[in-house]
């Protein structure tokens, strides 16, 4: 399979798509990724929520977890392979920790990593769980090695620099028989498709989509998989892939997504509703779900 990271690190050429966002560049195989990494830099490993504003906090409820389906779905994909009872789960990029705090109630023994300062806080205090602010490569989680036996990552694989060392670190991990699972935006979907499309028709001067799933702005969305690469990733780094497919998701309210795209908060104000009966008539499949299992014998990186 096609070595994703080495990819990145040696970016050539033309981009295929030059947006405004970012300039997106297509493999010969198809991986599509940016040209803008996220400066290494040495993370403080201590939280501080000096900056938990009561407007943070409204954008964590209001944006950041405003979809209780989503929360909700996330839920019954792990519980659909595991009783969570005492179960050690870890949640990449935890975010609010809304999600692992419905693990916890479920009888889960939980941890997260998040790299915010203001949402590891805010996870800690609000949900009263254990928050780690150490990325996954970080030397500390050596001692966690088997250690877990659920790790997710939900919304958080586009986002790193380097995707298939994140899966093998995270792999690392997970206990033999342990279950990963992530779920991100789908490429070979309607949204990135009719993006290239409206690309190509206008000259790129009309990218729509594209613009909304490329981002080189810090921690923004770098790689954007098709279905059938991210169960080569799984299988690269040792997991059995046990689930793989498309499905419906916004993983924030449909108005930030209009403002994106038209800049215009009265056009979203006019859009919105039509946009709401839209996707409630044609629930159109834009992200994945991929699960995996670790294979028993599988060598750590």
């Not at 996870?123 to 989680?141: G, L, M, P």
Request: aromatic share 12%.
């Amino acid at each position: 399979m096609e070595n994703f990271d080495k990819l990145k690190s040696k970016t050539e050429g033309e981009p295929k798509y030059k947006l405004p966002s970012a300039n997106v560049f297509v493999s010969p195989n198809g991986f599509h990724y940016i040209d803008y990494l996220d400066p290494v830099q040495k993370i403080s490993p201590e939280i501080d929520g000096s900056g938990l504003s009561a407007g943070e906090i409204n954008y964590i409820e209001k944006s950041l977890q405003s979809n209780p389906e989503r929360i909700q779905n996330q839920v019954q994909a792990v519980k659909k392979y595991v009783d969570v009872q005492n179960k050690k789960v870890l949640d990449i990029g935890c975010g609010g920790g809304l999600f692992l705090s419905k693990m916890k109630i479920a009888g889960a023994k939980v941890i997260g990593i998040e790299l915010s300062d203001t949402r590891a806080y805010y996870a800690k205090t609000k949900h009263d769980i254990e928050v780690i602010k150490r990325t996954i490569e970080d030397s500390y989680w050596g001692i966690f090695k088997n250690a877990f036996d659920v790790i997710t990552l939900w919304d958080v694989i586009e986002h790193v620099n380097f995707p298939l060392s994140t899966l093998q670190h995270a792999t690392n991990m997970l206990k033999p028989n342990g279950i990963l699972l992530i779920d991100t935006p789908c490429r070979d979907a309607f949204y990135h498709r009719f993006g290239e499309l409206t690309y190509k028709l206008s000259g790129g001067k009309f990218p729509t989509f594209l613009n909304t799933m490329y981002s080189a702005k810090p921690f923004g969305h770098k790689q954007i998989f098709s279905l059938n690469e991210m169960k080569q990733a799984f299988e690269s780094v040792g997991l059995q892939v046990l689930e793989a497919k498309r499905f419906h998701e916004l993983s924030f309210p449909y108005s930030f997504y209009l403002k994106k795209l038209f800049k215009s908060n009265l056009l979203v104000k006019i859009l919105l509703p039509f946009v709401h009966l839209f996707f409630l008539i044609f629930p159109i499949k834009n992200k994945m779900l991929v699960i995996g299992k670790k294979n028993v014998g599988t060598l750590e990186a």
